[in-house]
């Protein structure tokens, strides 16, 4: 008789991937169970679920060829949709599934970094073409799951270090810190504040590691006071610049890690009776399309929005087709931007005027 043992070693040795009805015997389930586990059902025992996940992650799961396609979805999912750098990329992702004739469905995580273990079932009951994942990731369970079923995914942003066998688009910020900052040490700034995303994103790392190589290489030392941490929201523009115009020696300048944290600077400038450029100069990142319409119009880096998303799906198209990509990591230039929200600082070191008091 062969022990339970005897099989899974007997298995290890086989060495490929699994068919359904091999699954089934190894585990001991029916192959119509195996079936549904595979495809995402959701009218299954978390039990027998985990039996079967577990004999595809040491195995693998060879699909069979009965010429079952995909159906015409491309899954998009966001960390947060609530402002418009996540609309700008949902129409670069929108144009390029359009043209090849693929629907796009949206997930919002609502803050969170990863989906819900259950958000992998819907996609496997949809039978998605693929996935695009933008400022958020995959656990190791889900990344495996989707590869044994043969869904690709390609990441946008990502928050952290893509795996050596991800696929991600990305933005050159680490360019842009040290463009936009640069930019303010040519105008003849030398007190720059930076107001930066969350901590551990990798793109709000960039910024900021580029907004320390500029003043470094103009030989300018870094002030703790004038770096400050935010989560690339309104509210962190608005809190923290308060704050840096309270120092005993505030900043003549403000690079925003983003468009939107920008616009908290320019609502903290207007209640402390400062004037951009004349009294605080401030620069954003992203461009978004309202950056031109406030008023004076925001100098910002871009960032190929559209672009990003439009390349990821070209990407997981290809994935998609089982055909290699000419490369697995792509990072598209950014550029800076001037309008009328920078200047010269105002001679004389306190530009001419006295800080009110203001709440936070």
């Not at 195996?34 to 992650?57: C, Q, W, Y």
């Not at 990329?89 to 989906?115: D, K, S, Y």
């Not at 439009?310 to 087709?321: H, I, K, N, S, V």
């Amino acid at each position: 008789m062969t022990s339970a043992h005897d099989s899974a070693k007997g298995d290890e040795a086989s060495g490929g991937p699994l068919t359904l009805a091999e699954i089934a015997q190894r585990t001991g389930v029916s192959v119509a169970t195996v079936s549904k586990v595979v495809n995402g059902r959701d009218n299954i025992a978390p039990g027998t679920r985990e039996l079967v996940e577990g004999a595809i992650r040491r195995h693998g799961y060879r699909r069979q060829k009965r010429g079952g396609r995909p159906a015409p979805l491309l899954e998009l999912v966001f960390h947060e949709l609530n402002g418009l750098y996540g609309v700008e990329i949902f129409h670069g992702v929108q144009r390029v599934a359009r043209q090849n004739g693929l629907a796009v469905v949206v997930t919002e995580l609502q803050g969170r970094q990863m989906p819900g273990r259950d958000w992998v079932e819907e996609v496997l009951a949809r039978r998605s073409t693929g996935v695009i994942t933008v400022c958020s990731g995959l656990t190791e369970d889900q990344n495996h799951r989707l590869r044994s079923r043969g869904v690709p995914y390609v990441l946008v942003d990502p928050t952290g270090a893509p795996g050596h066998d991800a696929a991600s688009v990305g933005a050159g910020n680490w360019n842009g810190g040290l463009s936009a900052t640069r930019h303010l040490i040519e105008l003849g700034h030398r007190r720059i504040a930076v107001i930066t995303g969350a901590e551990g994103v990798l793109a709000a790392r960039a910024r900021l590691d580029g907004y320390r190589a500029a003043l470094d290489m103009a030989g300018i030392p870094s002030d703790p006071d004038l770096i400050r941490i935010g989560n690339f929201q309104i509210a962190d523009g608005l809190t923290h610049t308060r704050r840096l115009l309270s120092l005993p020696d505030p900043p003549t300048a403000i690079f925003a890690s983003n468009d939107h944290e920008a616009i908290g600077v320019y609502q903290a400038a207007a209640e402390a009776g400062l004037r951009i450029p004349g009294d605080l100069s401030v620069v954003g990142f992203d461009d978004l399309p309202t950056a031109e319409w406030i008023v004076p119009a925001l100098t910002t880096v871009r960032q190929p929005l559209r672009e990003m998303g439009g390349q990821a799906t070209t990407m997981l198209l290809t994935l998609a087709r089982g055909e290699p990509l000419p490369v697995d990591r792509m990072e598209l230039s950014t550029r800076l931007v001037v309008r009328n929200s920078t200047a010269p600082p105002t001679p004389g070191g306190d530009r001419g005027f006295r800080v009110r008091p203001v709440a936070g």
